[in-house]
């Protein structure tokens, strides 16, 4: 699946988005939302997909919001900007699912991966999280026993910190020199002194 990279990244959720982006209301699933949209100037439509973006795009520049843990920020953007969002709903899933895969490129989707997955972790490791559990199930004789986790393991997990840190600024000079590459006016090669090798 090709990668849209003329996709409008601005920080622009008072614009439309399908004026900024037009190439999206001729793709599925995006078509989808845009065609069933009845609303003026298609507004409602629009909206969701400004949520879409907050949800996937890891580029902290433009998406402030993207360190929010998942349901916080679902929960925002359903409260202060869009009282229509519903990630649930059906078609609105499916764009949350597609978007990363079309709207992203490759060093965008490992960065994105990154940040959710320290998200995730932080979460588990304050404990503010009760879908994840180091507990594991045994089965002795026929019977299942819960065995708990413990603090040993969770030091180990803490102790690998460092390593997923320096894979995350790995990934996110990439991603830097990247968007730093597409920064560059008419296409043309960056210059020795654009690329810091002056």
């Known amino acids: 699946?090709?990668?849209l990279t003329n996709i409008k990244k601005d920080?622009?959720?008072?614009?439309?988005?399908w004026e900024l982006n037009p190439q999206m209301i001729i793709m599925s699933p995006f078509s989808k939302l845009y065609d069933r949209d009845k609303s003026k100037g298609k507004i409602k439509s629009s909206k969701t997909m400004w949520c879409v973006f907050f949800m996937s795009e890891p580029d902290e520049d433009i998406n402030k919001f993207y360190r929010m843990p998942h349901e916080q920020r679902q929960q925002m953007l359903k409260d202060t900007y869009n009282e229509h969002f519903d990630w649930k709903e059906r078609l609105t899933e499916e764009c949350l699912d597609i978007y990363p895969h079309i709207c992203l490129s490759a060093v965008e989707m490992s960065l994105k991966e990154e940040i959710d997955s320290m998200v995730i972790r932080a979460k588990f490791i304050t404990r503010e999280s009760q879908d994840l559990t180091l507990d594991k199930t045994e089965i002795v004789n026929g019977k299942a026993f819960t065995v708990r986790g413990n603090a040993l393991q969770i030091e180990n997990?803490?102790?690998k910190t460092p390593k997923l840190l320096e894979?995350?600024?790995k990934i996110k000079e990439k991603f830097l020199t990247q968007k730093?590459?597409?920064?560059?006016?008419?296409?043309?090669?960056?210059?020795k002194?654009?690329?810091?090798?002056?």
């Open 1 to 3: 699946m090709s990668t």
């Open 11 to 17: 920080f622009s959720p008072d614009k439309n988005w």
């Open 157 to 159: 997990i803490r102790s």
């Open 167 to 169: 894979n995350y600024e």
């Open 180 to 191: 730093a590459a597409a920064k560059v006016k008419g296409q043309r090669r960056q210059t």
């Open 193 to 198: 002194a654009e690329k810091k090798l002056l």
